[in-house]
């Protein structure tokens, strides 16, 4: 025999497959209707528990493996599709298409908007990318980003979430789990970080240099550059450490900043783009109390825990793939005042219209200890 007559053998037995796969999910389908009338959810893990057991017997030591990875797969596409039978909408959809269909048709250009820092700060060049024209208030800490939108100061919270060179910023997980916020907007930011002295200061008359603990991270390698003798200063907001330049009577600091804080608080820039990184992005969140869906959502962010038992995260993402779901992101976080227990956060690539969001959406509550769904929206780039 040659290649050929073992190819035809196998589409042989893929035709066998595919005919018993078609009636397989016509009997799911069936079992599924009887759940829906006898109240019953579609996950039935005792069940599925026994199945695996016995198709890892039967198949042997030499395939057991391959054989328990075919069948989980299988039993998460069975599952899916029982509850689109089952939830053909949950009360988590029901909230999704309201906020669908009454939130506006296009996204606000004027705007109470709350951002970290002062005038200059990365969080307003990001406020001013989304807003053609936002009153901004400015709060020192990303709480009072927060606060300010939950007593009804702003409407909108301007935050940095993750950077490409420093990663992800902890706290604002952190807060968004502890408000319960939703993200209306997402916008990727260029971040150039450059030098900035008062006139007249020399590079080597610099002593301490001051900024925001991200942009440190993102400078690293330059700020190792400048010597043992340069001390290296953390303070709230890039932007407050060139006002703090401006307004010090030394002679000896600078700040890692904007360059738009150069005209803002009479700075002279004395080296330009002093991040390590040339592709270095910081990706802004605006945050709402009210969850708002705009048209062309294609982005969902949630984050979830599991149960402490093995496969319990695969079954997520065995979900996830068999929807053919695109997962953009996913990071672990440490749950506060929980030992070594961690929720994960995604970010997923998926039209808000489309019928596997909603069976996503819907299944995924069934599947873990906590599901917190954080909006979906359209990243600005």
Same mark, same amino acid.
């Given at each position: 025999?040659?290649?050929?007559?073992y190819?035809?053998?196998i589409?042989?037995?893929?035709?066998?497959?595919?005919?018993?796969?078609?009636?397989?999910?016509?009997?799911?389908?069936?079992?599924?209707?009887?759940?829906?009338?006898?109240g019953?959810?579609?996950?039935?893990?005792a069940?599925e528990?026994?199945?695996l057991?016995?198709?890892?017997?039967?198949?042997?030591?030499?395939?057991?493996?391959f054989?328990?990875?075919?069948?989980? #797969?299988?039993?998460?596409?069975?599952?899916?599709?029982?509850?689109?039978i089952i939830?053909?909408e949950?009360d988590?959809?029901?909230?999704?298409?309201?906020a669908? +269909?009454?939130?506006?048709?296009?996204?606000?250009?004027?705007?109470?908007v709350?951002c970290?820092?002062?005038?200059?700060a990365?969080?307003?060049?990001?406020?001013?990318?989304?807003?053609?024209?936002?009153?901004?208030?400015?709060?020192?800490?990303?709480?009072g980003?927060?606060?300010?939108?939950?007593?009804? /100061?702003?409407?909108?919270?301007?935050?940095?979430l993750?950077? $490409?060179?420093?990663?992800?910023?902890?706290?604002?997980?952190?807060?968004?789990?502890?408000?319960?916020?939703?993200?209306?907007?997402s916008?990727?930011?260029?971040?150039?970080?450059?030098?900035?002295?008062?006139?007249?200061?020399?590079?080597?008359n610099i002593?301490?240099?001051?900024s925001?603990?991200?942009?440190?991270?993102?400078?690293?390698?330059?700020l190792?550059? /400048?010597?043992?003798?340069?001390?290296?200063?953390?303070?709230a907001?890039?932007?407050?450490?060139?006002?703090?330049?401006?307004?010090s009577d030394?002679?000896?600091?600078?700040?890692?900043?904007?360059?738009?804080?150069c005209? /803002?608080?009479?700075?002279?820039?004395l080296?330009?783009?002093?991040?390590?990184?040339?592709?270095?992005?910081?990706?802004?969140?605006?945050?709402?109390?009210?969850l708002?869906?705009?048209?062309?959502?294609?982005?969902?962010?949630?984050?979830?825990?599991?149960?402490?038992k093995?496969?319990?995260?695969?079954?997520?993402?065995?979900?996830?793939?068999?929807?053919?779901?695109?997962?953009?992101?996913?990071?672990?976080?440490?749950?506060?005042?929980?030992?070594?227990?961690?929720?994960?956060?995604?970010?997923?690539? #998926?039209s808000?219209? $489309?019928k596997?969001?909603?069976?996503?959406?819907?299944?995924?509550?069934?599947l873990?200890?906590?599901?917190?769904?954080?909006?979906?929206?359209? +990243?600005?780039?």
């Open positions: 025999m040659d290649l050929q007559d190819r035809a053998q589409d042989k037995v893929d035709d066998e497959l595919l005919a018993l796969f078609k009636k397989r999910m016509g009997i799911s389908g069936q079992i599924a209707q009887f759940k829906k009338e006898h019953l959810q579609a996950l039935d893990a069940r528990r026994e199945k057991a016995d198709i890892g017997e039967k198949a042997g030591d030499d395939i057991r493996s054989a328990y990875i075919l069948y989980t #797969t299988l039993f998460e596409i069975s599952r899916a599709h029982q509850v689109n939830n053909a949950s988590l959809n029901k909230i999704i298409s309201g669908v +269909e009454h939130t506006e048709r296009v996204f606000p250009q004027h705007a109470l709350a970290q820092g002062v005038e200059g990365y969080s307003q060049i990001a406020c001013d990318r989304l807003f053609s024209d936002p009153n901004i208030l400015y709060f020192t800490g990303f709480e980003v927060f606060s300010a939108i939950r007593d009804g /100061l702003c409407q909108y919270g301007l935050l940095p993750e950077n $490409s060179t420093a990663g992800s910023v902890n706290m604002v997980y952190d807060l968004m789990m502890k408000y319960s916020f939703k993200i209306a907007r916008v990727r930011l260029k971040i150039d970080h450059n030098l900035l002295v008062k006139a007249g200061v020399k590079k080597e002593r301490e240099i001051f925001h603990e991200q942009a440190i991270q993102q400078c690293a390698g330059y190792k550059g /400048l010597g043992k003798n340069v001390k290296v200063t953390t303070v907001n890039t932007a407050e450490a060139a006002k703090m330049v401006a307004e030394r002679n000896d600091i600078a700040a890692l900043a904007s360059r738009s804080c005209d /803002l608080y009479a700075l002279k820039c080296e330009s783009s002093v991040q390590d990184r040339g592709n270095n992005y910081t990706r802004f969140i605006c945050i709402s109390k009210n708002e869906i705009y048209p062309g959502a294609d982005r969902t962010s949630i984050m979830l825990t599991t149960s402490h093995p496969g319990s995260l695969y079954k997520v993402l065995g979900l996830i793939y068999a929807l053919g779901v695109n997962v953009v992101k996913l990071e672990s976080r440490p749950i506060p005042d929980r030992d070594f227990e961690f929720m994960f956060y995604f970010d997923l690539e #998926t808000v219209y $489309s596997k969001f909603s069976q996503l959406m819907c299944e995924l509550e069934n873990c200890e906590e599901f917190h769904y954080l909006g979906s929206y359209t +990243e600005i780039v």
